[in-house]
């Protein structure tokens, strides 16, 4: 099966640097995907490591370690939009690499 | 605006009733996906296709959930006999072949059951 852990909450300062990390156990692996959600809306992709290491868009980056099981996302210069829901996701499961198993989520609150 | 659209938006519902939710993904994107949500918790994954063909559907599927996509365009989710625990956000996704990571969500439909 897969299981994913992330901290359930996370505040941090506008203008400041938050990082969201996710463990993750699963029986099959292609790469973690990050999402975010804001309240009452849709998840919308962040960004995607297959690979070890550094993946960089604009103000947010994913690292990936595959042999800790382990991910961020680095979120830089934060600002109040970016108080949302942040889901890890497995892509990759026994027999298919489309399906996609995300965790219970981060939530980020950013304050003044 | 050509994202991925759902319908209905909220339903509610009495128990025992069936109700069928309808998804149009983005139209070059061949695989749909549908998935559960609840309150403070990560997308489910329920079922996805490739074009009309469903590829997966989850063990933790009851029989009472069934989907379609008879043409390779839109889907349908249908579940019968509701039940209060069926009561959730009910988001569809789709992605172009070999891009699963990266999938783009529609509004959702938030079904209550009373």
């Known amino acids: 099966g897969q299981s994913l852990e992330q901290p359930s909450e996370v505040t941090a300062v506008e203008g400041a640097i938050v990082q969201i990390n996710c463990t993750y156990q699963?029986?099959?692996?292609?790469?973690l995907s990050w999402y975010q959600q804001h309240d009452g809306g849709a998840p919308t992709f962040l960004s995607y490591?297959?690979?070890?290491g550094l993946e960089e868009t604009g103000r947010f980056s994913s690292f990936l370690s595959r042999s800790d099981s382990y991910g961020y996302l680095l979120l830089q210069e934060l600002q109040m939009k970016d108080s949302a829901s942040y889901f890890c996701?497995?892509?990759?499961?026994?027999?298919?690499?489309?399906?996609?198993?995300f965790g219970t989520g981060t939530r980020l609150q950013v304050t003044l | 605006d050509t994202g991925v659209s759902q319908n209905p938006r909220h339903k509610i519902t009495k128990r025992g009733q069936n109700v069928t939710f309808r998804c149009d993904p983005i139209?070059?994107?061949?695989?749909l996906y549908w998935y559960r949500q609840t309150l403070g918790q990560g997308p489910e994954f329920l079922t996805y296709f490739q074009n009309e063909a469903q590829l997966e559907k989850s063990r933790l599927l009851s029989d009472r959930f069934s989907a379609e996509r008879p043409k390779g365009s839109f889907s349908t989710l249908e579940i019968q006999r509701t039940e209060q625990g069926d009561s959730a956000m009910y988001l569809c996704?789709?992605?172009?072949?070999?891009?699963?990571?990266?999938?783009?969500f529609g509004p959702g439909t938030r079904l209550t059951v009373t």
């Open positions: 996704a789709s992605s172009r072949q070999g891009t699963a990571y990266e999938q783009y």
């Open positions: 699963t029986s099959g692996f292609y790469g």
């Open positions: 996701a497995v892509r990759g499961a026994p027999g298919t690499a489309s399906k996609l198993t």
């Open positions: 139209s070059e994107h061949n695989r």
């Open positions: 490591n297959a690979l070890d």
